[in-house]
């Protein structure tokens, strides 16, 4: 048996689907989900806006990743994760620097820690994405914070994710049905086992 991790990290736009998706697997799946509430020295949550939010996020992500491959750790060996590093670069000017970043880091990752990143693309129709983040912004008002309701903002956010349709290894519908959505990413992730 191979003692390489894989994290299979869901992306996509906020309102693809990607947390009902984890939320969907089987128990049975470890699964690994955070937000993107970074803080300060003081405890203070930094400005999610801001590219000092997205690098910190970034580093601490990594920091998580590195920790998995750690001998003393009694892991599983494959991991879900609802978020990643490419998720930040959708949501900041200059995003694509942020892409890069994540990618020399996940090359990092996988030569010196022998952990595997593949990133599965959930991808929703933009006129879907906005329906569903109207629909959660009446049900959870805290999240306009994070500019979900700005047509322009998510429109650049489908943008980022649907310019680097070629680097993510599996795309799901998010339009499709959720037990069809589960058994199409458990079939996929499953070789990875």
Not at 15 to 25: H, R, V
Not at 60 to 81: D, G, M, T
Not at 99 to 104: I, P, S
């Amino acid at each position: 048996m191979s003692d390489r991790i894989v994290i299979a990290c869901l992306v996509g736009c906020s309102g693809a689907g990607k947390t009902e998706l984890i939320g969907s697997l089987p128990a049975t799946y470890a699964k690994h989900s955070e937000g993107y509430t970074v803080h300060d020295g003081r405890g203070i949550a930094i400005d999610n806006s801001l590219h000092l939010s997205k690098f910190r996020y970034i580093s601490h992500w990594y920091n998580f990743a590195i920790k998995l491959s750690l001998p003393e750790q009694k892991r599983a060996r494959l991991i879900v994760s609802d978020r990643c590093p490419y998720d930040v670069g959708a949501y900041v000017s200059n995003g694509d620097l942020f892409f890069h970043l994540a990618k020399e880091c996940e090359v990092e990752l996988n030569a010196v820690y022998n952990v595997k990143l593949i990133k599965i693309y959930v991808r929703a129709d933009l006129s879907t994405i906005l329906n569903r983040i109207k629909s959660r912004i009446i049900k959870q008002p805290w999240r306009l914070k994070y500019h979900e309701d700005d047509v322009e903002f998510t429109s650049n956010s489908f943008s980022y994710f649907e310019r680097h349709r070629n680097d993510w290894d599996f795309i799901i519908d998010g339009e499709d049905e959720i037990r069809e959505n589960t058994e199409k990413l458990v079939k996929y992730i499953d070789q990875f086992k």
